[in-house]
Antibody, heavy 116, light 111 residues
Framework: EVQLVESGGGLVQPGGSLRLSCAAS????????MDWVRQAPGKGLEYVSS????????YFSNSVKGRFTISRDNSKNTLYLQMGSLRTDDMAVYYC?????????WGQGTLVTVSS | QPVLTQSSSASASLGSSVKLTCILS???????IAWHQQQPGKAPRFLMK???????NKGSGVPDRFSGSSSGADRYLTISNLQSEDEADYYC?????????FGTGTKVTVL
């Protein structure tokens, strides 16, 4: 059974940093690209970032480019999102997803709250 | 990059059918899209991908009541024999070489 479990969310002040993790199981992690998608309270889904299966290619939405980095450790079956210079409009539930062209599996999400 | 357009809401009676539409922007009418369901308070769930040919492939465990189709730039999700648990937000998604895009979502209400 494919499982994606996010962690690392919490309360952070504006301008602060946070690292999210996504632990994957039930499939060969190194064979799949992965992504992060977020959802602000009461809003729709917003693409954040994606990474190729070997980590060699990374992509970001314009809203986070230059502030966030994405990485993965295929030996640990784990995806990361390092978030910096956080703003109040980054506050959201962050989901990791497995990419098979489409996002075919989603994690349960982790909440990031940006507030002073 | 592509843009996806969805109606904000739809409603239908218990046991009836509802057809949701996701419209691809000009120049992107051959793109594959995916449909996702998000029940209240839950994470999204992949339902299916729909190709421009109209063929569709569903995710694991998705009931037979859910089907997909296509016409030109329009991609459809049809839910037959609507159940109370189908009351949810439905998002379409597409992608190209370096980005992914989501529609704004359609809220389905079961009357």
């Amino acid at each position: 059974e494919v499982q994606l479990v996010e962690s690392g969310g919490g309360l952070v002040q504006p301008g602060g940093s946070l690292r999210l993790s996504c632990a994957a199981s039930g499939f060969t992690f190194s064979n799949y690209a992965m992504d992060w998608v977020r959802q602000a309270p009461g809003k729709g889904l917003e693409y954040v970032s994606s990474i190729s299966s070997n980590g060699g290619s990374t992509y970001f939405s314009n809203s986070v480019k230059g502030r966030f980095t994405i990485s993965r450790d295929n030996s640990k079956n784990t995806l990361y999102l390092q978030m910096g210079s956080l703003r109040t409009d980054d506050m959201a539930v962050y989901y990791c997803g497995r990419l098979n062209g489409e996002t075919d599996y989603w994690g349960q999400g982790t909440l990031v709250t940006v507030s002073s | 990059q592509p843009v996806l357009t969805q109606s904000s809401s739809a409603s239908a009676s218990l046991g009836s059918s509802v057809k949701l539409t996701c419209i691809l922007s000009s120049g992107h009418n051959t793109y594959i899209i995916a449909w996702h369901q998000q029940q209240p308070g839950k994470a999204p769930r992949f339902l299916m991908k729909v190709e421009d040919s109209g063929s569709y492939n569903k995710g694991s465990g998705v009931p037979d009541r859910f089907s997909g189709s296509s016409s030109g730039a329009d991609r459809y999700l049809t839910i037959s024999n609507l159940q109370s648990e189908d009351e949810a937000d439905y998002y379409c998604e597409t992608w190209d070489s370096n980005t992914r895009v989501f529609g704004t979502g359609t809220k389905v209400t079961v009357l």
